[in-house]
């Protein structure tokens, strides 16, 4: 798009203008902030290359390679030391916030529970740790785990500065934490943003993508930290807190909360959730909504893999998509939120062609099930319309 090209384009010229390099990736991220795609940056920083407008250099900082735009027949000397330094500096807190992000998920979890688990039988939130005798066929250690009635939920937390895709290491991890051997087991990826593809895969194991759309940290793992993110001009994407402060005093960072949630007599100590509720104060409001909605309609598609007849199957599939327009566009009246969901449904299935003839029947049972979330805290009804409780759609819309 030429508007992208353009926008993409300047910030290059307005960089190279201070510095003779600059981190192509620290540039993508920053352009998320004005609603502009990773891939679509990238493809912008090819054609520059291509037409010969920069140059790209390969630069190891901290054991990793790092990858820079220069002006055209740039080289490595042309990276100052203020850069490859701040460079350093982030990717030593990365390795701090990647704990820290497990701790603060498991927190938000723990929120949820507190408000929804009073009414569902056999809802349970657990820490990072190894679940040999849960997840029989993984060897792996989940970030979070949650129990709902009949399936298993394992955590993977990925809170990195890039655009999560099918690529790397979180993917096979999901495939990993499946399992439809005893109790079934959807794992949950929650990451800052991910593409449509990872989002796929982890339908397809009737599991479930959060994209927080913030990377989070502790603001005690890096002094400086603040300073190099204005200097990148990313301030905007990171949420930095405070070590979290449990019930009885207990405050964590990431390093603190790894250790202890793998050592399986400190560990009690995380345990049960509502020891943990009182540390959600201190997360952010959209985080949190995040997570609930991904927890929340988790439990709602989970209707569906319990039908145990086709009416209750095909009325499901009406409430998931009610509960998907709910999230993403609030609250509506109960008649009209039937009647879209019944469209959706029929929109995409339209192999169920009996399904036309038994309508009332169907949707009947779909009332049912409204009004079922509803005594359970996963649907809340004000004014004549039904919301789904305090959340957001836990995936990002394709309007960004």
């Known amino acids: 798009m030429p508007g992208i090209y353009s926008f993409v384009e300047n910030r290059v010229s307005s960089v190279l203008q201070d510095y003779s390099a600059w981190p192509a990736n620290i540039l993508k991220l920053e352009c998320e902030k004005y609603g502009i795609y990773q891939d679509a940056t990238g493809a912008v920083l090819a054609e520059l290359l291509s037409n010969g407008d920069v140059s790209k250099i390969s630069v190891e ?49 723990c929120k949820v529970h507190d408000e929804i688990g009073p009414h569902i039988a056999g809802f349970d939130v657990l820490p990072k740790g190894p679940r040999p005798h849960l997840l029989h066929t993984s060897d792996g250690t989940p970030d979070g785990f949650a129990i709902l009635p009949g399936e298993y939920l394992p955590l993977e937390v990925y809170n990195g500065r890039d655009y999560l895709g099918t690529g790397g290491d979180k993917h096979g991890q999901l495939y990993d934490f499946s399992s439809d051997e005893g109790i079934i087991s959807n794992p949950i990826l929650v990451n800052r943003r991910s593409d449509q593809e990872i989002k796929k895969e982890a339908r397809s194991l009737n599991g479930m993508v959060i994209d927080t759309d913030v990377i989070i940290g502790c603001e005690d793992a890096v002094p ?3 300073e190099i993110l ?42 049960p959730p ?6 959600a104060k ?6 949190i909504k995040r ?21 209750q199957r095909e009325a499901s599939l009406v409430l ?14 109960r008649s009209t939120a039937i009647d879209a969901g019944w469209d959706r449904m029929i929109d995409q299935y339209r192999r169920i062609k009996s399904a036309q003839k038994r309508r009332e029947m169907i949707l009947d049972k779909t009332r049912e099930y409204i009004t079922e979330l509803h005594s359970k805290n996963v649907i809340y009804e004000r004014d004549g319309k039904i919301y789904a409780r305090s959340s957001e759609h836990p995936q990002q819309s394709l309007s960004f």
């Open 61 to 109: 900082i901290s054991n990793s390679n790092h990858p820079f735009f220069t002006e055209p027949g740039g080289s490595k000397d042309n990276v100052t030391h203020e850069i490859e330094s701040a460079l350093k500096d982030l990717d030593k807190f990365q390795t701090n916030y990647a704990y820290f992000a497990e701790l603060t998920a498991f927190v938000a979890l």
């Open 291 to 311: 997570i609930r909605g991904g927890i929340q309609l988790q439990y709602v598609n989970s209707y569906y893999r319990q039908a145990t007849d086709r009416t």
């Open 320 to 333: 998931q998509n009610i509960y998907n327009h709910l999230l993403r566009e609030g609250g509506k009246r």
């Open 274 to 279: 509502s020891k943990m509720v009182p540390a």
């Open 230 to 271: 204005e200097l990148f001009n990313i301030e905007e994407l990171f949420e930095l807190l405070s070590p979290l402060e449990t019930e009885g005093g207990l405050k964590l960072d990431g390093g603190d909360y790894h250790s202890i949630a793998l050592n399986g007599e400190e560990g009690r100590s995380l345990r």
């Open 224 to 226: 400086n930290l603040p």
């Open 282 to 287: 201190q997360l952010p409001e959209k985080y």
